[in-house]
């Protein structure tokens, strides 16, 4: 265990204002059977420490500067050795292949200072699943040093956008949450547009236009299943689920004026909320489904609202200059995520649901579409360039808006959601 007041420390970090300094970590290269099995020690080392980083809440320290050697995975390190390099924490591991052909992963979190193991795990699995066993790994890591639920062991659904600029392909799409392991859900023969993940399952519900018509699709990404959910002409935005994923809210355009309303995906019964001869859009639940956030110009411009899941009491929370659009709500319930216009620019930022703290993390050309994390510490958009080669492109960044990193995808890419942990 951490010392008391170490352990106080890491625990309470808080990502949500300034920057953080980084937990100096050491990770160094998993042990390796043989020489193919060292092959997947080292790439599975390398994507743990990759995840970590790209948090911002730690910092992998360069191996050139380890004193002690790790050979085994059973060995105890010298911790002496690590407190000289100013590691805080230590992660020891090793790869083997067994006679069933499946990899054997193991690993140890070490506190250096404590000199104890904190935590330790093993795991066998296909060869092909290596990728992520490393998430899995990096989560526990991120899991027992802060105390909050790690996010690596996720997948992200995109539009992936290739083609001329005035003639794009767009496809849906599906990585891990690091940008590998892309794959296509669709296969461009409709354009699609603003994918949005089930809260409680692998599931995503999805825009498809086949001509001027907008239809709306649910796809179990685990068995490829579409279902049709219904046609609903005047719609721009696909649909969120609610927190239980057992019905969705949308916004639906009827003379000019957009309201929005719930329909149970079992009945498909739909309930209209809103009724005002404004633009009502964009709406998004709180985690526990008491409320939801949505963005309306019933005060002149575009500006967030947040009103009771009933469609009672729209309160207006947002008065910046600009407009606002996409807010979204975390998943831990303490902020909305939102895109701000003004300036000749856009930003992505945050705000308490009363509306106070409100942050910018990131501005420039165009940024858009901001989705959540599961753990609620970051973010990820899409930020468009411009010229007749740009394009959309996704980006992380944490709470501190210090940690910013592209994630990479084969193609342009835009419409990120950001999906639950894997089971």
């Known amino acids: 265990m951490l010392p008391a ?99 054997k992963v193991e690993f140890r979190l070490w506190d250096v200072y404590a000199g104890q193991q904190m935590a330790g795990q093993q795991f066998s699995t296909a060869p092909d699943n290596w990728r992520r066993i490393a998430h899995i790994i990096a989560d526990a890591i991120y899991q027992r040093l802060t105390g909050d639920s790690g996010y690596f062991d996720t997948r992200v ?47 995503v519900v999805y825009m498809s236009y086949s001509g001027d018509q907008p239809s709306v699709y649910l796809l179990n990404i685990e068995t490829g299943q579409r279902e049709l959910v219904g046609n609903f002409p005047g719609m721009s935005f696909a649909p969120r689920f609610s927190p239980d994923g057992q019905s969705i809210v949308m916004s639906l355009e009827d003379q000019g004026n957009a309201n929005i309303y719930r329909m149970d995906l079992r009945s498909k019964r739909t309930t209209r909320l809103t009724n005002s001869a404004s633009i009502d859009t964009s709406p998004s639940y709180s985690p526990d489904g008491s409320r939801m956030v949505f963005t309306s110009d019933r005060g002149g411009s ?67 579409g901001p989705t959540w994390a599961p753990n609620g510490r970051v973010i990820m958009f899409f930020r468009d360039t411009p010229g007749a080669s740009g394009g959309p492109q996704l980006w992380s960044i944490d709470l501190t808006g210090y940690n910013e990193f592209r994630v990479p995808t084969p193609s342009f890419a835009s419409d990120p959601a950001w999906s639950p942990l894997i089971n």
Not at 165 to 192: E, P
Not at 323 to 343: E, K, N
Request: glycine share 12%.
């Open 5 to 103: 007041q170490r352990a106080e420390a890491l625990v309470q970090l808080d990502v949500t204002q300034g920057n953080v300094q980084p937990l100096p970590i050491a990770i160094p290269t998993f042990i390796g059977s043989n020489e193919a099995d060292a092959k997947v020690a080292a790439d599975i080392t390398g994507v743990i420490a990759a995840d970590l980083k790209r948090s911002g809440l730690f910092l992998p320290l360069d191996p050139a500067g380890f004193i002690d050697k790790i050979t085994s995975a059973d060995q105890t390190p010298r911790f002496q050795d690590w407190t000289v390099i100013n590691a805080q924490g230590l992660v020891t591991g090793g790869v083997a292949r067994q006679a069933d052909g499946k990899l």
């Open 157 to 203: 659904v995109y539009v992936d956008e290739s083609g001329p600029k005035d003639k794009r392909v767009k496809r849906l799409a599906i990585m891990d949450q690091d940008g590998f392991n892309s794959r296509y859900l669709t296969r461009g023969n409709d354009l699609v547009l603003t994918p949005r993940f089930n809260p409680s399952s692998q599931e």
């Open 302 to 368: 575009q500006q967030i609202y947040v009103m009771g899941s009933d469609g009672s009491n729209p309160t207006r929370i947002s008065f910046g200059q600009g407009s606002y659009s996409t807010p979204v709500w975390s998943p831990r319930g303490d902020l909305i995520a939102f895109t701000r216009q003004g300036a000749g620019g856009f930003a992505i930022g945050v705000m308490k649901p009363d509306g106070s703290g409100e942050r910018i993390l990131t501005e420039g050309f165009h940024n858009e």
